[in-house]
């Protein structure tokens, strides 16, 4: 289990709401599972889905959408906000996946799995593999690299793995591991073929060119 419990306390102070769906999350997804190419309801689960910011575009393109998100805030309100429309799980998805082989079609997180140790990387990635039906997509977005300009604040607990990281969007998040190419070549080789990766970079110039982003957004197909 490797959740932080700080991402309750996030939510459950009113932090963290972000609303509405992320433009490079709705650019692969229509890019590389595009409901149309299907012949059935598309079954997609999203990993730590925070408040639910992805869950009107899959609602809107016809997706069946499961959940699995640590926070009960989090869950309370999503169940709240869209009702039977979604199924949402309270639980931590590195140890907790209750779902059979060959369940989903699509698998994505944004900026979800990235917020966890390796050894929790891994189980997530390795359970995904095992949902997912065979050609099924795993779509992972803003995966943080080690180029990000914070990626060397706070504890380091294990290699390219941040606790305590006191600055930007990682202030009172807990754990953020920041990822190299070769990691991801290698957590993704044994079950999929990677379709697509991007390193997504920014700086910023106003108010301080200290800040910015480094990220990764991966597509990977179910090897059959
Ligand atoms: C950076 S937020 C992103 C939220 C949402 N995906 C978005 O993009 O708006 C990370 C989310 O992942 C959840 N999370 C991180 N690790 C988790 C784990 N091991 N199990 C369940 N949820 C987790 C957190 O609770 C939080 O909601």
Known sequence: MTFSKEWEAQFAAGS??????WS??????MRHANPKKYDHKVKVLELGPGVG????????KGFEYHAIEGSETAVKYMKHKFGDNIEVIAGDFTSLIP????????????????????????????KSASILKSGGMYIGIDWY???????????????????????GTFKNTGTVHFFTEDELRSLFYKDFYIM??????????????????????IVAKRRK
């Not at 690299?145 to 600055?167: A, L, Q």
């Open 16 to 21: 963290h709401f972000s609303q509405y769906p």
């Open 24 to 29: 490079d999350l709705v650019a692969l997804v």
């Open 53 to 60: 910011a992805n869950i009107p575009f899959f609602l809107d």
């Open 99 to 126: 779902y059979e082989e060959n369940t989903f079609d699509l698998i994505i997180d944004r900026g979800a799995i990235t917020c966890n140790r390796m050894y929790g990387v891994k189980k997530a990635i390795e």
């Open 145 to 167: 690299s080690t180029i990000h300009p914070f990626s060397k604040y706070g504890v380091e607990v294990e290699p390219n793995t941040r606790i305590d990281i006191p600055i």
């Open 196 to 217: 697509y990766l991007e390193h997504k970079t920014y700086s910023t110039i106003i108010p301080d060119r200290e800040s910015g982003w480094a990220s990764y957004n």
